[in-house]
């Protein structure tokens, strides 16, 4: 059983992505069961996608996970939805920024997540860590990737199973913005781990 | 050299006190320099800052910390300055509620925490953990002790320094409480070490 | 011109709903241009769709924008797209709970509104009045009927505008909830006139 | 009866403060009972404390009312306490920035306010206004206005009541801070003017 699971490279500014410091963590952890292979995702449109699909189409994973950063929130947020828009408010990390673009022109609205995502919330939450589905996954890169994987293993008939979490920031990223929530490595670690156990077994 | 540490008990239908966790575990570690004292404090009006006197009397600490829980706030909470004041919006462990209530009749209005604050915060901050100065203890048990602490000290003249350290939420406080935020213990813990290391020196 | 403008009755114990507050004061203010025709739906699934959709068919209007209240938020939320799913944290008015059951089984995962979202949000914002544009109505009854409405809309080939917008909690509201965001009747009567304003144009 | 009511003057790149804002439009509408002169002070360590200490004397008011602009508040905030310190996050607008530094070397640790606060804010709720007790004026412009009235009104026997009341930003403050709250022009008006005639009689 093999799993993928991508993290992002930071962007806006940041010396850090709590998402890849988290995947990378988990990888070198490499609990078991079945083989986490991981991968840093370039935070630009149309690059990220093009990564962890050549991922998807080389390692072939009968799980993928993505993960993304998302500042400001408390709580693992394992994302329902991915929509079929790309839609900036910030530049990516080569000066792109699309406005109210389709991520594919011809493809569906939405795709549902097709992780167990309330058994995997609940998990989680068993562990003592906060978490939460969550309804919107954005519409920067982080949903792109979720849209366009989920598209791909559609349009491929690929039988694996796709998703994407959204983690806080980590504690030392809030230095210098007061009042903002984080989440420790270890915990956020430890959350994607049962995470990832429940997504292979629920 | 002597530190004494005091946590408070769980209150307002908590099963656990962020305080008291981390407080029991920064003893347990007890990374010195210094020897820590730690010390778990009743959430009543009147006998929470009785129980802290009686082991600054016995212990004769050089050094005295209070902490308290301080559910929602994302940072560790150096406090600067207790008032003369007890009014509580939520009923004591014993069903205590005083309203606007001076701790010493004949008291000053506040006292300044005798600790140096500004560089507690920095120290715990160079580790990347989130922390800041805060202006206002509240007006519930966590207030009184720290209040009724720096004037015993001061009617007693004993060259203690003493002062509050207010904790968030560890984060198993934050299932079902949905957008709260949190630390780990491991991270409070950790801040907690480095403030009483700069409390010691600067 | 006719435009359909809907609120909702209160729920979760309130005793009013934000929405249906500000609908009915625009209603009264009936500034044009367009005839705004306003009605008041029921806070339960299945049965607040049913109201608006026999509205919809009675009264033809050319424009239709549902509103709910979002407590805790503190801005006009003009909503990108609505979600194929029932799924509520809390009872409705008649007591149900629907957990993940498709709206329509046979419908797409998602619609998008087919309002100018982003030039409401940038007419509001020109008056001063805090707006936004969110890209989850959530799951409860507000996204089912504005599912449930463009879903009509498409397979009657209904030539009409549909979306829906979120409104904070009024002031009052916020009595008893501390830090709560809230936005007067009046700023959000405007911010709401102006929405309209510019769905008509733009 | 005498009332002098006081704002600030906008600071920090900002082209309007809350606080004149709704002080200057309660002046205008001088509702009555008593007398209400309204005085917009510099935010300037030093220059509005004097300003406003020559007002006191030249006007001898029996009722004197501070206010400031607190942006991210959601309430209206009846102040409970002064300290005898200033201590700056950002520069005043000339460009000083005092670090804990005593407001009056002299003078004590901090003063109460002598308003009916817990009156104030039941009243200024039964309008269904959201408002609370604070026990922070911080360490700002506000704070040495607050502290060093109540210190001056203490040293020259003056029989005036004093206090000091926070506002959040206005709407029109938000657009461009994503989900930051406010309060409209018209409900902290009403507010204050409630809380002006609890002050009088309460």
Not at 130 to 141: C, H, I
Request: net charge neutral; aromatic share 4%.
């Amino acid at each position: 059983m093999k799993i993928l699971l991508t993290g992002f490279e930071p962007f806006n500014g940041e010396k850090i992505n709590s998402s890849w410091e988290v995947v990378q963590s988990l990888g070198e952890k490499n609990p078991g069961p079945g083989e986490i292979i991981v991968c840093c995702l370039p935070t630009v449109f149309g690059e990220g996608l093009k990564k962890i699909i050549a991922a998807v189409d080389s390692i072939q994973p009968q799980l993928i996970i993505g993960t993304g950063q998302a500042g400001g929130r408390s709580e693992l947020c394992v994302e329902r939805v991915a929509l079929n828009v790309a839609d900036a408010e910030i530049r990516d990390n080569q000066g792109q920024q699309p406005l109210d673009e389709p991520i594919r022109p011809r493809g569906p609205t939405a795709y549902w997540s097709t992780l167990p995502i309330k058994s995997m919330v609940k998990r989680i939450r068993e562990e003592g860590i906060p978490a939460r589905v969550s309804n919107s996954a954005g519409t920067y890169v982080c949903n792109e990737v979720m849209y366009g994987v989920l598209h791909h293993l559609e349009a491929g008939q690929i039988p694996a199973r796709a998703g994407f979490i959204h983690i806080p920031f980590l504690p030392q990223q809030a230095i210098g913005r007061p009042g903002t929530s984080t989440m420790a490595l270890e915990t956020a670690v430890r959350g994607l781990e049962v995470a990832l156990q429940s997504a292979l077994k629920d």
